[in-house]
């Protein structure tokens, strides 16, 4: 949420380390991975996301969680830029 996302980066993937089915992760990971403008490993984490979730769109994932419009609002443009549909 403070915009640091090379370090939520690290933060993400050390969950997907420890937690290697937390596949969700990979919604938050996608999107820090975009902002970081590290794309070719958004668009991978990407693919691991949608394999597990493929008819989720964008307004699902920020539709259920309770975050400042802000944040939403980041995560909602690096899933859009890695290819999730808006809904």
């Known amino acids: 949420m403070a915009g640091r ?15 290697p089915n937390a596949i969700w992760v990979n919604r938050f990971l996608a999107a820090s991975y975009v902002l970081a403008d590290r ?3 958004a668009r991978l984490s990407f693919a ?4 597990a979730y493929p008819d989720l769109t964008i307004a699902q994932v920020t539709g259920a969680l309770p975050y400042s419009r802000n ?10 830029s890695v290819g999730m549909r808006g809904g």
């Open 5 to 19: 996302y090379e370090e939520a980066v690290r933060w993400y993937r050390r969950v997907l380390a420890e937690q």
């Open 39 to 41: 794309k070719e490993e």
């Open 48 to 51: 691991e996301f949608a394999r």
């Open 71 to 80: 944040f939403l609002d980041r995560v909602a443009e690096g899933l859009e």
